[in-house]
């Protein structure tokens, strides 16, 4: 394969992606951001980063589970910060239910009852009676997995220009990775608003994450270390990334206290919103121009990080043969 020029747009997780494996089989890459520091505007920044494939399945699409199981492989050989614990899911006493309809539309994982919680989860004991673990799942710090990328993007030879809008270089293929920014360029693309809070807690300790069920506000905890805990919402669907209400800070903390009472004196580190990038099925996608110089790599949803590895092979694959075969290329 020849020696192509490539101009990446958008430094989220996507972009990241799309550069440094391009720049790993031979393109001379170059990565344009427009914000003039990292991650400040990118959706990426308020993940949770769990590589999920199996819990997803309860609302996307085989496609994205089955594609989402070999990503985790990916992710393992690039990046040394994954934790592989699995994920564990409950639900509260009264909402049994939830948990049958999860264990229904999901494969991959064990029952478990109160002392089995206990076993994996020691600080959750006696608290639910009953739970599902997806053992083949794993988790990360969310811009400690951004900031190692963007340092072997810099490794891999790739130029990178932060504060730079986006344009069309001449002569040169772009792969665009803007996600919501892109919304003028991009038919039927949607902003899903994702809200997080970071806490901080000395008496709470879990070894994975959390999945929270309820029939309104479903959250996830994941522990990044050192007693820091992202607790997050799943979807909302507006496109505003305005701060966050009283109301929704108040819904998120109360939840994580309905996992476990002593998030009640967890100190509150950080707290915001951001818009992610979704199509109408909320599966990501890569669609080629005519001629094949403008690639748009969309459409992330809560997928973001999970799929960013596959979706960076299936272009550069396209660039090695030019075959559209990919599923999730847009044919």
Known sequence: MSEQSITVAGAGIL??????????????????????APFV??????????????????????????????????????????????????????????????????????????????????????????????????????????????????????????????????GEIVIDCRGFAARDDVKDLRGVRGERLIVRSKEVSLRRPVRLLHPRQPIYVVPQGD????????????????????????????????????????????MGAGVRPAYPDNVPRIEIESDGRLIRVNGAYRHGFLLAPILAGAVAEYLANGERVHPLIRK
């Not at 494996?21 to 393109?27: E, F, S």
């Open 15 to 36: 972009g990241l992606w799309q550069a440094l494996t391009l720049a790993k089989v031979g393109h001379k890459v170059r990565l344009m951001e427009a914000s003039c």
């Open 227 to 270: 007693g820091r805990f992202v607790v997050g919402a799943t979807v909302v669907e507006r496109e505003d990334d305005a701060p966050m209400t009283v109301r929704s800070a108040l819904e998120l903390l109360g939840s994580a206290y309905a996992l476990h009472p002593a998030f009640a004196e967890a100190e509150v580190l950080d």
């Open 41 to 170: 505007n990118a959706a990426s920044r308020w993940a949770g980063a769990m590589l999920a494939p199996d819990c997803e399945s309860e609302s996307a699409p085989p496609v994205v589970r089955d594609l989402g199981r070999a990503a985790i492989g990916l992710w393992r050989s690039a990046y040394p910060g994954i934790v592989e614990n699995g994920t564990l899911v409950v639900a509260s006493a009264r909402d049994q239910s939830e948990l049958q309809r999860f264990a229904r539309a999901t494969e991959k994982h064990r029952n478990l009852d109160e002392s089995d919680i206990a076993d994996l989860e020691p600080d959750l004991g006696g608290r639910f009676q009953s739970g599902l673990y997806f053992v083949d799942e794993a988790h990360f710090n969310a811009l400690a997995a951004l900031g190692y990328l963007l340092e072997e993007v810099r490794r891999a030879g790739v130029t990178i220009e932060l504060g730079q809008e986006w344009k069309v270089p001449h």
